[in-house]
């Protein structure tokens, strides 16, 4: 009976201290990392309010979107906000990750401004135009020739990372740009001229949020957190648009005013679009992403094709209507 | 032997194991932690240390470079470092440039970046040189590095100075820490454990189990079954403990059989017995009973066997008739030797009660647990029928002391107090006997009585007795005086073991006696009392009435007081003093009393009634002091109040007083009163030059005189200094006369001082400077008066001193004028200016039978002075005396011229004699020898006395009339019937004439009053042999009528008027 009675205890003082010595390991926040677009500045605006604690989701601040997906390559971060060519890159380097949400849809956000003294995009021959070296920077630079009826040769094209594009607007190394928020807002207010901008070709420039696989399972919570707020923020921005923008206005380094101007070039898909977005069976981000990828394999974006079969995963949205 | 503690093994070995393990991993646990921690921290600053580093050196070559970009990845990279918190690059004025959170850019950084520390920042502003710590609880690391900035344009080298501040958080890393640490090493604790508790397991089983099979049999044994062996076998511990046990089980049986046996021994005793004995066993059950018991009981030991001993022997309280608490119960509860309470019945099983003494006591085993309990009883009544008797008795004893008034005590040898009675405790304050038992009884006796007490308790113990008187103070304080008679308490075998004691309480008597002492001590103060019944008669008097009065008790006792009267108040007084007592009980007062000696004396007296209970008086108390000191203690401080120390005479105040009554008195009674003021002359002068001394005795001699000026109801006082004032009282009340009774004063004063006084045997001339004041009818108040006086005096003292000057000039001019006549009149006598005139008298047949002489003076200035006005100056004076000298002498003379004429050889002449010319003692021979001198007849020559002069001093006026009636001079009474002479005085004088004063005269034909007193004269005259002339006959009628009445000589202006010898002798030729 004593015996029993004594393995009994000891097990039980055993499973204690184990359970004491999990029990007291946290989970580290979630790193989040973003460069400076006004279309992830939903996020920074949930953080402003208080929707994230600094326990939960760390947002780290790039300045450029091959740092964040290096960041992501790397590791170095769980999450990330990329442009979906970016995303497709990276998928294509065999990094495992999924896109659980889309958070803008380029619809102006993205745009060619040239300066004052080019009036069309006609006239952009011959000139020198800065572009991100990027999918975005060549899907919208593609789309413009294409509508001006220019070929590459035609204009002097010079790769600049978004970080540069003002600098160098300043010191006048460039005549036009293609660029996007809010660098575009910040050239048109010096006197830029928008010749050709995503509205043009809608649905076609998508931001979404990826998450390294490795991660996903562990930072649950986190994720599910990092979505519903990002939805609040939307909330939001819509219900208080004054007291958003003036939060959203020192990062974006814009005037308030001009930050929800900005905002009329984006499309913002609530938690349903979301929902129906990323059930890829159904969803066109699927077609959207087929066909960016093709053209990323055209020019030479991509080396080799990748699969976008399991791309999305809907599982860590908050709970709304089908 | 104490006992040793033993532990569960089973339980306490595995527990201590698994604690000690526990402890040493949990301690472990903590160390490694500790050092993990400090690894952690350690790390971390290195890599801190290391980026920022490195870091800052990037940031400022891509400063140089102009490259903001890859600055801005720089540090945007650091935010992939979850433990970083924030890292941000600052310029020289602390603002953000770059930072990891892109909201800050720009803004100040004290304002945004948590943790910025200015100094910090400062320092490195100042130094140059990173800035790297933890902050308190090193949960986080702070880091500032230094960063060169380009140059800007124009400069060679900037001086700008850019901080990274870099806060890095370690807390993640240590939350986890622990945990952490204890998984890992939970493993490795548990395995432990389980390789070393698995063996202990096996070993304490193989102790557990031999130990239970011991531990079985020990209780098998226990509960009664004896025939118990272990069989252990074995050369371990447990086996030596086995063998241990089988021997001792087998003493042990050996010893149960002699328990038995003793059992039986016991039963056998127990029954020889005489006392009856009752055993019981632990739970109070009989187990054995003697054949006493039995028989006192009722009860057979078969069936008592097992029954509890309360069904047995069934006890009741004597007097209660209640069950008395069983003591066989009481000793199994208590353990201790238990006795049955007095009084206690046995009720045996038939019903007879016995009175039973007993007790009860515990059976003990060697082990000394109470295995029974023994009771061991008998039959007392018959010793409690003795018992009752010996109570009773002592009880009566016990009442008797008790209730004794007196305290009854017994002490022991050393004077401890054994028993005292109820009246003792209450005598020495003691709540309780229990308070004071066994206490000795000298500790309160007061100290000086304390060595009495003690001697006479010895004595006692010694066998003899004695009694002592002292005082105590009780226990809650008060004082009380005791007389003790103390007597020793013997034995059976005569030993002394005690002192009986029977003490009184004498305070009161201690009490009255200490009052009458005070009493007697008041009664012998100073102050003479005297205590009389209520009739008056004297009971007690004390020694100091004796020595105020001089008499002795023996004199007075008995007596009325009245004796002690000086007879100086009346009945009055006496009355109302009893009047008073009786009122008031109470009577004081000053009261003038004789001594035995006859000495009068003045008393304070006071007399107290004394009543008693009842109210009714008793006693008169009279007190008394002798006073004469204090009185003349008044007297003296009343004349100093109003007398001069130095001459005695009355002082300035004494001095307002009188001329105060003075002038009231001269309202009243209208005479006049004079003060004249004196000052001394040359006082001053004898006072510096002679000396205090001197000038004092002059003073006091000055004041002698003064006195002897004046009558006695007069006023001598000094002002002060040489200022003396006499008060003239009650002086005539016509202004004149008035004045001239102050100038007679006055002039006696001046006289006084016209002999020099001899101080020391030296003679001292001084003279008065006089002013005088009248005062009549309160008209003056004192003050104007003495003022007046004042300037009067000092007048004298300016018309050249020693002089006398009236305050009232007019007073002054007469009194001048007098002086100056008197002068004159001393001239006139040498320088002839007096004359003698001669009026005629006349007989019936008209001859001139003789003529009266009349002094005149003729004045050279003045003329022919009247008489009236220098004759009573002379008068005064004394003048007279020598101007009636020569008068006489005059006269004589004139007799002896007319001797040889022979107009004139008949004729007599009268003259006047004055009063004061007549008082001189050698009136006689003065007369005689004018006589003699001139040689003419006696007989011719008659002297004319006033009828008020012969009445004074009637033996010597006699005796001279008869001197000179020897030789032939005869005598007439001149205004006769003005006077108020007796006829039987008439009778002696020796007179030849009278004469009828003229007032008579004057009216003799129209007064019939005055007609018939002439008449009367004339007869009586003519009866007693006398001749009679009638003065100041001026017509016919008058003369006619005194013919008639019998009368027969005239004189008067119808004869004819007086005048000088010549015309008078010139007329006689007619």
Excluded at chain 1, 54 to 65: K, P
Excluded at chain 2, 201 to 221: E, G, N, Q, Y
Excluded at chain 2, 897 to 922: H, M
């Amino acid at each position: 009976m004593m015996k029993i009675r004594w393995l009994a205890s000891i097990v039980l003082l055993f499973s204690a201290f184990y359970v004491l010595g999990c029990v007291s390991r946290p989970v580290p926040p979630l790193r989040v990392a973003t460069n400076t677009w006004s279309g992830y500045e939903p996020l920074y605006l949930a953080r402003s309010l208080g929707f994230y604690s600094a326990d939960e989701i760390r947002l780290v601040e790039m300045n450029s979107a091959s740092k964040v997906s290096d960041a992501v390559r790397n590791g170095t971060v769980e999450a990330a906000a990329l442009t979906l060519d970016e995303v497709l890159s990276l998928l294509q380097d065999g990094i495992e990750l999924q896109v659980v949400l889309v958070i803008d849809v380029s619809n102006g956000a993205d745009a060619l401004v040239a300066k004052a003294k080019i009036d069309s995009l006609q006239d952009l021959r011959g000139h020198r135009v800065g572009y991100e070296a990027g999918a975005t920077g060549a899907i919208m630079l593609q789309a413009a020739m294409e509508a001006a009826n220019l070929h590459p040769r035609d204009l002097k094209l010079v790769p600049l990372s978004v970080d540069q594009h003002l600098s160098a607007w300043d010191a006048d190394k460039i005549d036009a740009v293609v660029t996007f928020d809010p660098i575009r807002a910040q050239l048109l207010s010096v006197g830029g001229r928008v010749l050709f901008d995503s509205h043009q070709v809608p649905g076609r420039i998508v931001d979404v949020l990826v998450v390294r696989k490795d991660a996903m399972h562990k930072q649950r919570e986190h994720l599910q957190r990092l979505l519903s707020g990002h939805f609040a923020a939307l909330d939001y921005l819509g219900k208080s648009p004054a007291d958003a923008s003036s939060r959203m206005s020192a990062r974006l380094g814009v005037p308030p005013a001009q930050v929800l101007e900005q905002y009329q070039g984006l499309k913002f898909p609530d938690c349903r679009e979301n929902r129906q977005s990323l059930d890829f069976s159904k969803s066109e981000l699927r077609g959207v992403a087929e066909s960016l990828a093709h053209l990323m394999l055209d020019r030479r974006l991509l080396t080799k094709s990748v699969s976008v079969e399991s791309l999305t995963n809907p599982d860590f949205l908050p709970n709304c209507l089908k | 032997m104490k006992p040793i503690r033993t532990l569960h093994i089973r339980f306490w070995l595995p527990t201590a194991i698994l604690l000690v393990f526990t402890l040493s991993f949990l301690i472990s646990a903590v160390k490694q932690r500790q050092m993990i921690e400090t690894d952690i921290e350690q790390r971390s600053w290195n890599k801190v240390q290391q980026s920022l580093a490195a870091t800052s050196t990037r940031v400022g070559i891509f400063l140089r470079l102009g490259n903001r970009g890859l600055v801005a990845d720089e540090v945007a990279d650091y935010g992939v470092d979850l433990n970083v918190e924030a890292l941000v690059l600052l310029d020289d004025e602390a603002r953000v440039i770059e930072s990891t959170r892109r909201d800050w850019i720009g803004r100040e950084a004290a304002g945004v970046v948590a943790g910025f520390d200015r100094k910090q920042f400062d320092a490195v502003q100042r130094t140059n040189a990173k800035r790297l710590f933890f902050n308190q609880d090193h949960s986080r690391i702070f880091g500032y590095q230094p960063v060169a900035f380009p140059p800007t344009k124009g400069e060679i080298r900037s001086n700008r100075i850019g901080v990274l501040m870099l806060n890095y958080d370690l807390r993640s890393e240590k939350i986890g820490l622990w945990g952490e640490l204890l998984r890992q090493r939970l493993l490795i604790w548990s395995l432990s454990l389980g390789l070393v508790l698995i063996p202990i397991w096996i070993f304490i089983a193989r102790i557990s189990r031999p130990l239970h099979i011991l531990t079985s049999a020990v209780r098998r044994f226990g509960a009664g079954d004896r025939d118990v062996t272990v069989l252990i076998e074995g050369k371990g511990e447990l086996a030596e403990l086995s063998e241990a046990w089988n021997r001792m089980h087998a003493e042990l049986m050996l010893t149960l059989n002699q328990l038995e046996q003793s059992n039986e021994n016991l039963e056998v005793t127990l029954f020889s017995i005489g006392d009856a004995v009752i055993a019981t066993d632990a739970q109070g059950k009989v187990t054995r009973m003697n054949a006493v018991a039995q028989k006192l009981t009722g009860w057979a030991l078969e069936e008592a066997v097992g029954l509890p001993m309360s069904e047995v022997f069934r006890i009741v309280s004597a007097e209660t008739r209640l069950a008395a608490s069983d003591p066989v119960a009481q000793v199994l509860a208590t353990g201790e030797v238990v006795g049955l309470a007095n009084h206690t019945v046995l009720i045996a099983r038939d019903g007879r009660e016995y009175h039973i003494a007993d007790s009860a006591a515990p059976i003990r085993d060697r082990d000394s647990r109470i295995i029974g309990v023994v009771l061991v009883f008998r039959d007392v009544t018959e010793e409690y029928a003795l018992r009752d008797d010996a109570m009773k008795n002592e009880l009566m004893l016990r009442t008797i002391v008790e209730t004794q008034p007196e305290c009854v005590k017994l002490l022991d040898r050393k004077g401890a107090l054994i028993q005292m009675n109820r009246a003792g405790l209450r005598m020495i304050e003691a709540d309780s006997l229990e308070q004071v038992l066994g206490r000795n009884v000298g500790q309160i006796v007061l100290p000086a009585y304390r060595e009495a007490f003690n001697d006479l308790c010895d004595r006692v113990f010694q066998g003899e007795s004695g009694t002592l008187e002292f005082e105590i103070e009780g226990l809650k304080g008060g004082h009380r005086w005791l007389e003790t008679h103390a007597v020793p308490m013997r034995d059976t075998q005569g030993k002394i073991t005690a002192l009986l004691g029977i003490t009184r309480d004498v305070s009161a008597r201690k009490q009255a006696d200490i009052e009458l002492r005070i009493a007697a001590t008041a009664f012998e103060t100073q102050e003479g009392i005297m205590v009389t019944d209520a009739d008056n008669r004297i009971l007690r008097i004390n020694r100091a009435f004796s020595r105020i009065t001089g008499y002795t008790e023996a004199e007075v006792l008995g007596r009325s007081p009245s004796f002690l009267k000086s007879g100086r108040h009346d009945l009055n007084f006496y009355r109302e003093m009893w009047q008073t007592i009786k009122q008031e009980q109470y009577w004081q007062g000053e009261i003038w009393n004789r001594r035995k000696s006859g000495e009068v004396f003045p008393e304070w007296l006071t007399i107290t009634g004394i009543r008693n209970d009842a109210g009714q008086l008793v006693n008169y108390v009279a007190s008394f002091s002798d006073i004469s000191d204090f009185k003349a203690q008044e007297a003296k401080i009343h004349n100093l109040a109003f007398y001069d120390p130095l001459t005695g005479l009355p002082n300035r105040r004494l001095l307002y007083d009188r001329l105060q009554q003075s002038l009231a008195a001269s309202a009243r009674n209208k005479a006049y009163g004079a003060i004249l003021f004196i000052d001394l002359d040359n006082f001053k002068m004898i006072n510096d030059t002679r000396g205090h001394d001197v000038g004092d005795l002059l003073l006091i001699d000055v004041a002698r005189r003064l006195k002897d000026c004046v009558r006695a109801e007069d006023t001598v006082a000094r002002l002060g200094g040489d200022e003396f004032v006499v008060m003239l009282d009650n002086l005539s009340d016509d202004e004149h006369a008035a004045g001239q009774q102050v100038e007679v004063v006055g002039d006696k004063i001046l006289q006084i001082f016209s002999n020099s006084f001899t101080i020391n045997g030296q003679a001292h001339h001084t003279t008065p400077s006089i002013g005088v004041c009248l005062y009549h009818n309160h008209e003056f108040t004192v003050d104007e008066l003495l003022k007046r006086a004042d300037s009067a005096m000092y007048k004298a003292k300016q018309s050249g001193r020693n002089a006398l000057c009236y305050f009232d000039p007019n007073m002054q001019s007469a009194l001048e004028a007098r002086l100056l006549l008197e002068a004159e009149m001393r001239r006139a006598l040498p320088l002839s200016d007096f004359k003698l005139y001669f009026q005629k008298q006349v007989n019936d047949a008209g001859k001139v039978v003789g003529a009266e002489v009349l002094l005149r003076w003729e004045h050279p200035e003045r003329g022919l002075v009247p008489p009236s006005e220098f004759i009573p100056l002379a008068e005064e004076t004394g003048l007279i005396v020598q101007i009636g000298e020569w008068v006489l002498e005059e006269a004589c003379a004139q007799l002896k011229r007319w001797e040889s004429n022979p107009l004139t050889s008949d004729l007599q002449l009268a003259v006047n004699v004055s009063a004061r010319q007549f008082r001189q003692g050698t009136f006689a021979d003065v007369v005689a020898n004018a006589l003699l001198m001139s040689g003419a007849d006696p007989n011719r020559l008659k002297l004319e006395l006033t009828e008020s002069l012969v009445l004074e001093n009637i033996e010597d006026t006699i005796a001279k009339m008869h001197k000179l009636k020897d030789m032939g001079v005869g005598f007439s009474m001149d205004d006769f019937g003005t006077g108020q002479s007796s006829l039987t005085y008439l009778k002696k004088l020796p007179l030849d004439q009278l004469k009828i004063d003229q007032s008579f005269v004057s009216d003799v034909t129209e007064d019939a009053d005055d007609a018939i007193i002439v008449q009367t004269i004339i007869a009586m005259a003519i009866n007693l042999d006398l001749d009679v002339i009638a003065e100041g006959v001026e017509t016919e009628e008058q003369r006619s009528f005194l013919e008639r009445s019998g009368c027969q000589v005239y004189q008067g202006y119808l004869f004819g008027r007086p005048v000088p010898i010549e015309e008078f002798e010139a007329s006689l030729g007619r």
